[in-house]
Structure formats: C-alpha cells, structure tokens
C-alpha cells in the first residue's frame, strides 16, 4: 500500500512541482486502496508514511542531496490507532472484529508497565515487533541545554536541531558490508563503527560551537 501511495505523489510531484500534503495524498490515495482487505486504520498509516517519505525526499533536494526514487522493499505492518496490550500480549487488529495477539516477552511487559508511558504504535516485521511508547519527563531546572534529533537510514545519518542540520553518507560502510566475502560478524561492525564515528564528530562539533 505504501508503494502505491508513492506511485501517486510521484505522479503529483510530477504534475505539479509540488509534494502533496497528507490530506491531498488522503484524498488521491484512500480510494484505491479500498482493494486491499485491511482494516482503515492501515490505509491511513500507510498513507501517512508515504507523505512522510515524500517530505523527506523534498527536503533532501532543497538542501542539495542526491535521492532516488523512493521505494518500500521490506513488507510490514504499522499502525497507531487503538493499539493495546491485554494479559500479556499486544493485540493486533485484523478487521470484521477479528484480532491477532503476539505475546510479549518479561522485559517488554516491564517497560510498558510504567505507569507514565503511553503506547503510540506499533511496527512488525516478518521477523521483529517494534513498539514506540512516549513518556512524560519534567526536566529539572538547569538540566538540558540542547537538544538534537537523529534520523538513521541505511545510507545516510542526519543529525540537527532548530539551528543546524548534518548529513553523513554511509553507503561507503554499505558497500562494505555488502562486499563478497564480508562476514556478518565483520560487516555488522563496520556499520556500526561508521555510525559511532559519525555521531561522536557530531557531539565534538556541537561541544566546539
């Protein structure tokens, strides 16, 4: 479904030098995907995510980035409406009243206990189960000076605040862990070394300004 919710800002892109907003993606998109048997809930998230992926992409043009034509390769399933955990398991909605529940490990339950969270979403994948959460935190007076946000794709890291943005291009470290012959064990750790070295130039430069 996010695929061809991309297909079709493309083609506005294309039509209008312009990226649709949600509600205009909405409009042109929910129609077509009534084929696919789903509950709304994931028509509208898959909408949201091809708007989000659109957002990005134009904004990496103004600032001068290469892209390429988005594309969702890896089947998954997002939503974040009515997402619950009842006894012990996070249960997934189906549609026609039908529900699926995923049992969810001590350590998950423990976290999600806190009274002070509250659960946003979900992500599963054919091998994995993410779950975002959102937690009130008062900070004390004094306590934050800054604050930065960090966007990790497979190819690129960008870090940046209100004041400054910073891209880093990882397909070096792609292209390594991708060479015949690497090990898992040995490409895995040269993504991760490239990570670290990026954010640690990213904390360096922002303690030298």
Same mark, same amino acid.
């Given at each position: 479904?996010?695929?061809?919710?991309?297909?079709?800002?493309?083609?506005?892109?294309?039509?209008? @030098?312009?990226?649709?907003?949600?509600?205009?993606?909405? =409009?042109?998109?929910?129609?077509?995907?009534?084929?696919?048997?789903?509950?709304?809930?994931?028509?509208? %998230?898959?909408? +949201?995510?091809?708007?989000?992926?659109?957002?990005?992409?134009?904004?990496? %043009?103004?600032?001068?980035?290469? %892209?390429?034509?988005?594309?969702? +390769?890896?089947?998954?399933? =997002?939503?974040?409406?009515?997402?619950?955990?009842?006894?012990?398991?996070?249960?997934? $909605?189906?549609?026609?009243?039908?529900?699926?529940?995923?049992?969810?490990?001590? $350590? %998950?339950?423990?976290?999600?206990? $806190?009274?002070?969270?509250?659960?946003?979403?979900?992500?599963?994948?054919?091998?994995?189960?993410?779950?975002?959460?959102?937690?009130?935190?008062?900070?004390?007076?004094?306590?934050?000076?800054?604050?930065?946000?960090?966007? @990790?794709?497979?190819?690129?890291?960008? /870090?940046?605040?209100?004041?400054? /943005?910073?891209?880093?291009?990882?397909?070096?470290? =792609?292209?390594?862990?991708?060479?015949?012959?690497?090990?898992?064990? $040995?490409?895995?750790?040269?993504?991760?070394?490239?990570?670290?070295?990026?954010?640690?130039?990213?904390?360096?430069?922002?303690?030298?300004?």
């Amino acid at each position: 479904m996010v695929n061809d919710c991309l297909m079709v800002g493309l083609k506005f892109e294309e039509e209008n @030098r312009s990226t649709p907003s949600m509600k205009k993606l909405s =409009v042109l998109c929910y129609g077509q995907l009534k084929r696919y048997e789903v509950c709304s809930a994931y028509r509208l %998230t898959a909408i +949201s995510k091809a708007a989000g992926i659109l957002s990005a992409r134009r904004k990496s %043009t103004k600032r001068g980035f290469f %892209t390429r034509t988005p594309y969702a +390769s890896r089947p998954l399933l =997002v939503s974040c409406y009515n997402v619950k955990v009842q006894d012990r398991k996070l249960r997934v $909605h189906l549609g026609d009243g039908r529900f699926e529940d995923i049992p969810l490990n001590a $350590h %998950t339950l423990r976290v999600l206990s $806190h009274a002070e969270l509250r659960i946003k979403s979900f992500t599963l994948t054919a091998a994995s189960l993410s779950i975002c959460f959102s937690k009130e935190d008062e900070a004390e007076p004094g306590g934050f000076t800054d604050a930065v946000g960090i966007d @990790r794709n497979l190819r690129n890291l960008t /870090v940046g605040n209100e004041d400054r /943005v910073t891209y880093y291009d990882m397909a070096k470290a =792609v292209e390594i862990a991708r060479a015949p012959g690497a090990s898992s064990v $040995h490409s895995g750790a040269a993504m991760r070394g490239s990570y670290d070295r990026s954010l640690r130039n990213m904390v360096g430069e922002g303690a030298r300004g």
